[in-house]
């Protein structure tokens, strides 16, 4: 369990960095060389990303080793995310909307990143100009789309890549069942997605954390 701790403490950012940079997909970015039903189907995700108010959802997270956590999502947009993880994983990722906090309740640790500086700006700040790059993948199955994304500008933010599947009942048509995120130093982390619930009572007193550090409750 250390050593899973240690590996999941390394990939744990990317991957909810990831799942708040997606809805900031600009369909006007795609690249030039994009096809009109790749276009299209850039526009769908948008779409269905977009088209969700609230989520809660169950997950399975997976490392490049191979190990797993489970916990449950639980989304407000604009930019508000919990990741609550399973009991045997005493961490805690939230965005208040303004940063993305990582706790680690077992070493009392907190570190957050600034929005301003992350991908999350575009989602968060809609006046804000980030560039953005979706690019579709074909999949060979007309009922999955998969999107990748970057910004070819920072690197050091690495790659995503989402897969939808269509769902008439789902925002848009289209539900997000998983993505892939690859940080820059080559590590993945899969997350997938199930029991997806939209429209859900979320308040903001969702993405309040207990501060290991101190009794106050931020």
């Not at 276009?39 to 948008?46: D, I, M, P, R």
């Not at 070493?107 to 600034?114: A, D, H, L, S, T």
């Not at 199955?141 to 897969?163: A, C, F, M, Q, W």
Request: hydrophobic share 40%; with cysteine.
């Amino acid at each position: 369990m250390k050593r899973m701790r240690m590996t999941f403490r390394s990939c744990v950012g990317a991957a909810a960095l990831a799942a708040l940079a997606v809805p900031a997909l600009v369909p006007g970015e795609v690249a030039l060389a994009a096809t009109n039903a790749e276009s299209a189907q850039l526009n769908e995700a948008v779409t269905a990303l977009r088209g969700i108010s609230t989520m809660r959802a169950d997950f399975v997270q997976t490392d490049r080793t191979g190990q797993s956590v489970t916990g449950t999502l639980t989304l407000k947009r604009p930019g508000r995310i919990r990741f609550q993880y399973e009991k045997s994983v005493n961490m805690l990722i939230v965005s208040d909307g303004k940063a993305l906090t990582m706790i680690d309740y077992d070493v009392n640790q907190v570190q957050r990143w600034p929005i301003s500086n992350s991908p999350l700006g575009a989602l968060l700040d809609p006046n804000r100009d980030v560039a953005k790059f979706g690019t579709v993948r074909p999949t060979g199955n007309p009922n999955v789309v998969s999107v990748e994304v970057r910004d070819s500008k920072h690197p050091e933010y690495g790659v995503i890549t989402l897969i939808f599947t269509r769902k008439p009942s789902a925002p848009g048509g289209l539900e997000l069942t998983y993505w892939v995120a690859l940080d820059s130093q080559n590590k993945r982390t899969t997350i997938q997605l199930k029991n997806q619930r939209y429209g859900v009572p979320v308040t903001d007193n969702d993405f309040r954390w207990n501060d290991p550090r101190r009794r106050t409750r931020r």
